[in-house]
């Protein structure tokens, strides 16, 4: 919205482009998706195509490279005003405000089988978080499972090979498959 | 050495039903009437989880090392992670039909406590726990003057998550103070077999090697919380 091209979001129909504007939004979400270790092992403090600093607001290091590369092409393939109705919609979202601000009283009673799972190093949403939900589902009677899988991948560990991750999910979906009657195939 | 008699299995090993299921665990299934609702605290590896789904009981399970949490999960049993002695207190009264603590009491931190809140939270409670007033174990710590180390309490002292021993009488007296109504009991042998029903409780204090209890609460509900 900062990006004066946003045009308070007529850009489509004045023809520009906040390219910057989002680039940078995605920047900054970008790192969450990561974590402190995954990051250090990644890029560390090494320098991006040079052996010393410039002391310029250049793009020095590595992992400022990548990022620019993540906000550049995110642009491509993104709509700026997607994301931030995206983004208000889960500010405003609050179940529990639905429900007398108990978040429990959402699951009272509902045949819907739940699976929580979380990483260690997920710092967008973490365990404690996850913890709330599992705590909201149990005091609703619901029929929860919950797993914390150790990770130094942050967030984005469910994007990537995780072989505890794929035997939990499927474990869980085999059993709510054969409760419903549907056997697991093979 | 007298005192521990080598066996290749550990004693729950040995002690399966044909099915492969341990004894004590098909004890406390049995004591588990059909479609009920079960909270399993400290389930383990979700085995005993396992054979109540498959007497259509609706099974839950709390338990506290990762390891065996995601085992369970990946088993499709709805179970979390979970500690008994803080994680109880948030569950609504009379959420269960019946809340299984096998094995654990003697490793939490106020068994007192435990025991109320499973009472407030099933309509019964089952608890199975090895027996301190065994024969081998007083005669172990007459003997040697150490703490006793059997095939089913093999950690050292200093090595053991179990921190609250009790013997069978202590478990009666719990059950006195926490106002828990005995139901029925088993005490098992070292293989895992029932003591024979009609001996006196001064016998099963001495011959078995673990005990169960069905549990309802008195009249008066507890007064915690």
Known sequence: ?186 | MLLRPKRDLTMADAARAPDGARFDHRLVAAMVEPRSRVLDVGCGDGELLRLLEQRGVDGRGIELSREGVNECVAKGLAVIQGDADTDLADYPDDAFDYVILSQTLQATRRPREVLEHMLRIGRRAIISFPNFGHWRIRLQLLLNGAMPVTDNLPDSWYDSPNIHFCTIKDFRNLCQVAGAQMEKSVALNPWGRPLRLNAPYWFWNLFGEQAVFLLSRKERKPAIR
């Open chain 1, 1 to 186: 919205m900062a990006d004066p091209e946003w045009r308070q979001g007529r850009y489509l129909v004045e023809g520009a482009n906040p390219r910057r504007g989002l680039a940078v939004a995605r920047m900054g979400a970008h790192i969450t998706y990561l974590s402190d270790a995954a990051l250090h092992r990644k890029f560390g403090r090494k320098f991006q195509d040079r052996t010393n600093p410039t002391f310029s607001f250049d793009a020095d290091f590595e992992v400022e490279s990548y990022l620019r590369h993540q906000g550049i092409t995110f642009v491509e393939r993104f709509d700026a005003n997607s994301y931030l109705y995206l983004t208000r919609a889960m500010d405003y979202f609050d179940l529990a405000a639905d429900y007398d601000g108990v978040l429990a009283n959402a699951f009272k009673g509902t045949p819907t089988r739940f699976c929580v799972i979380s990483f260690t190093s997920d710092w967008l949403f973490p365990t404690t978080d996850s913890r709330a939900i599992v705590h909201a589902l149990n005091a609703g009677l619901a029929r929860v499972s919950f797993a914390e899988i150790v990770t130094d991948k942050g967030h984005d560990a469910f994007l990537l090979e995780e072989p505890e991750l794929s035997a939990i999910v499927r474990g869980f979906l085999d059993s709510a498959g054969a409760a419903r009657g549907l056997a697991p195939k093979g």
